[in-house]
């Protein structure tokens, strides 16, 4: 899942970078490199890489030989399969100076239906300054460079200080096994660099706006509240009733609103979002990076659907089901809740306070609230020195001075489970893009062709930078 941010339409400045923006780079790439990066993309595009396909461990084999041939030891290079899909994990060793360093994307991607699309989805086409195909922006491209990149600093022969990484998962946009046993694998990792999150965001006229540095994700969490009744015949109502008790608890959930939080990130957030935002809502951004318990800025923020999820933990109902016949008193009611939780928070006490809020203890039937499933929690990273400051001279050799701003994601990445496992995680794409070319999961999926060459530098710099 490919996230951007949410303020892609504002023009920040002055976090991370200085008061405006230099003139823009276009950073050179050789021709070899460049040439890989779209081989291994229009390869990779042709594979159909959607879950049930059985197509990413042949995906991860022909990544697993293109690395092989490029230089890598056979003994440092596993494609590793679960069920139909696999991981694929490259070792590129340093001397061991400093700790790991991993880097992760994911090779699957959500289905496609050739009828719907003007074009061949499975097959990679170049049209009007564009590169089209399912997955060339949510994965493969950034897959394409990291490979395109590790063979050419083996080219040159970098020789890094760490061990540097390659761990590609196979069902990040389903049910994420991989990434689960991924994170598992690499518990002296130091950080991660994602190319699944992250990324510049580009004005109408391609002008870059921010450089939006991925650093927290919110945990997924789904609860039921269900109501059950001996039920009865519909011509014998009485006084309690499933459907109407489940109705008044989610009109005392739909009241309810969790406390507001921060952390280093959301207040580095709104102080750079604030600066370039108009009127009130602006200034309360800047209010609540100085006192998140600043209590008209948060009634401000919170009544913004866009910024809402990211002062709060979220819980909002989404399916209902209930009763068994038109004749017949409901003997169940559910509720579905989507639950997008504040890092930091454990899903167990999101549970106990929607219980807290919803259930009459008082009731005949009083109501159950339960988790579904197990989600995993994410802290959020840390904004380390080293980290900025290698992302900082990424962006520089495009553009001096952009903005690096840093973001908290509603939804879910690989980073998540590698987060959960005490590894630090950013999302730190080197793909530039208008809002208005995000087609990710959507008919006609493009990105500009002219983002290649620089992602491939942004890259290559990112890992020369961290890798000494």
């Given at each position: 899942?490919?996230?951007?941010?949410?303020?892609?339409?504002?023009?920040?400045?002055?976090l991370?970078?200085?008061a405006?923006?230099?003139a823009a780079?276009?950073?050179?790439?050789?021709?070899k490199?460049?040439?890989?990066?779209?081989?291994?993309?229009?390869?990779?595009?042709?594979?159909?890489?959607?879950?049930?396909?059985?197509?990413?461990?042949?995906?991860?084999?022909?990544?697993?030989?293109?690395?092989?041939?490029?230089?890598?030891a056979?003994?440092?290079?596993?494609?590793?399969?679960?069920?139909?899909?696999?991981?694929?994990?490259?070792?590129?060793?340093?001397?061991?100076?400093?700790?790991?360093?991993?880097?992760?994307?994911h090779?699957?991607?959500?289905?496609?239906?050739?009828?719907?699309w003007?074009?061949?989805?499975f097959?990679?086409?170049?049209?009007?300054?564009?590169f089209?195909?399912?997955?060339v922006?949510?994965?493969?491209?950034?897959?394409?460079?990291?490979?395109?990149?590790?063979?050419?600093?083996?080219?040159?022969?970098?020789k890094?200080?760490?061990?540097?990484?390659?761990?590609?998962?196979?069902?990040?946009?389903?049910?994420?096994?991989?990434?689960?046993?991924?994170?598992?694998?690499?518990?002296?990792?130091?950080?991660?660099?994602?190319?699944?999150?992250?990324?510049?965001?580009?004005?109408?006229?391609?002008?870059?706006?921010?450089?939006?540095?991925?650093?927290?994700?919110?945990?997924?969490?789904?609860?039921?509240?269900?109501?059950?009744?001996?039920?009865?015949?519909?011509?014998?109502?009485?006084?309690?009733?499933?459907?109407?008790?489940?109705?008044?608890?989610?009109?005392?959930?739909?009241?309810?609103?969790?406390?507001?939080?921060?952390?280093?990130?959301?207040?580095?957030?709104?102080?750079?979002?604030?600066?370039?935002?108009?009127?009130?809502?602006?200034?309360?951004?800047?209010?609540?990076?100085?006192?998140?318990?600043?209590?008209?800025?948060?009634?401000?923020?919170?009544?913004?659907?866009?910024?809402?999820?990211?002062?709060?933990?979220?819980?909002?109902?989404?399916?209902?089901?209930?009763?068994?016949?038109?004749?017949?008193?409901?003997?169940?009611?559910?509720?579905?809740?989507?639950?997008?939780?504040?890092?930091?928070?454990?899903?167990?006490?999101?549970?106990?306070?929607?219980?807290?809020?919803?259930?009459?203890?008082?009731?005949?039937?009083?109501?159950?609230?339960?988790?579904?499933?197990?989600?995993?929690?994410?802290?959020?990273?840390?904004?380390?020195?080293?980290?900025?400051?290698?992302?900082?001279?990424?962006?520089?050799?495009?553009?001096?001075?952009?903005?690096?701003?840093?973001?908290?994601?509603p939804?879910?990445?690989?980073?998540?489970?590698?987060?959960?496992?005490?590894?630090?995680?950013?999302?730190?794409?080197g793909?530039?893009?208008?809002?208005?070319?995000?087609?990710?999961?959507?008919?006609?999926?493009?990105?500009?062709?002219?983002?290649?060459?620089?992602?491939?530098?942004?890259?290559?710099?990112?890992?020369?930078?961290?890798?000494?």
């Open positions: 899942m490919k996230l951007r941010a949410a303020v892609a339409l504002i023009a920040l400045s002055g991370y970078g200085h405006m923006p230099a780079a276009t950073p050179k790439v050789d021709a490199t460049h040439d890989k990066a779209v081989e291994l993309l229009g390869k990779g595009v042709g594979f159909r890489t959607v879950m049930g396909q059985g197509q990413v461990p042949a995906y991860a084999q022909y990544l697993a030989d293109q690395l092989k041939a490029g230089g890598f056979a003994e440092d290079v596993q494609v590793q399969t679960y069920g139909d899909t696999a991981a694929l994990v490259a070792r590129y060793r340093g001397t061991g100076g400093k700790r790991p360093m991993l880097l992760s994307a090779m699957d991607v959500v289905e496609a239906k050739p009828a719907d003007t074009r061949d989805p097959k990679l086409i170049t049209e009007g300054g564009y089209y195909g399912r997955g922006y949510d994965n493969k491209f950034d897959v394409s460079v990291i490979v395109a990149t590790l063979l050419r600093l083996k080219a040159e022969g970098f890094p200080s760490r061990d540097i990484i390659l761990a590609l998962s196979g069902d990040e946009e389903t049910a994420m096994v991989t990434t689960r046993a991924l994170s598992k694998q690499f518990p002296d990792a130091e950080l991660l660099l994602n190319g699944d999150a992250g990324g510049g965001t580009l004005a109408a006229n391609d002008k870059p706006i921010a450089y939006n540095l991925q650093a927290a994700e919110k945990t997924y969490g789904t609860l039921t509240i269900e109501v059950t009744n001996p039920g009865g015949h519909s011509s014998r109502p009485h006084a309690d009733n499933a459907i109407y008790d489940l109705a008044k608890a989610l009109d005392k959930l739909a009241a309810y609103q969790f406390p507001a939080q921060a952390d280093e990130l959301t207040r580095a957030f709104f102080r750079a979002t604030g600066k370039q935002t108009a009127g009130a809502l602006g200034q309360a951004m800047l209010r609540f990076a100085e006192d998140p318990k600043d209590a008209e800025a948060i009634k401000v923020i919170g009544a913004d659907p866009e910024y809402v999820g990211m002062i709060r933990t979220t819980c909002v109902a989404t399916m209902l089901s209930g009763g068994h016949a038109e004749n017949a008193l409901p003997q169940r009611a559910t509720a579905t809740v989507n639950c997008r939780i504040f890092p930091g928070v454990a899903v167990e006490d999101v549970r106990r306070q929607v219980a807290d809020v919803v259930i009459d203890p008082a009731a005949k039937h009083p109501a159950k609230v339960e988790i579904i499933g197990d989600p995993t929690q994410s802290p959020a990273s840390p904004l380390r020195e080293d980290v900025m400051a290698a992302v900082r001279k990424a962006v520089d050799r495009r553009q001096p001075g952009l903005p690096i701003v840093p973001q908290m994601s939804g879910a990445t690989d980073s998540l489970h590698f987060r959960a496992e005490g590894i630090p995680s950013y999302g730190v794409s793909l530039y893009m208008r809002p208005t070319d995000d087609f990710a999961h959507g008919l006609n999926e493009r990105v500009p062709v002219s983002a290649l060459d620089p992602d491939l530098d942004h890259w290559h710099t990112l890992l020369t930078e961290l890798g000494r």
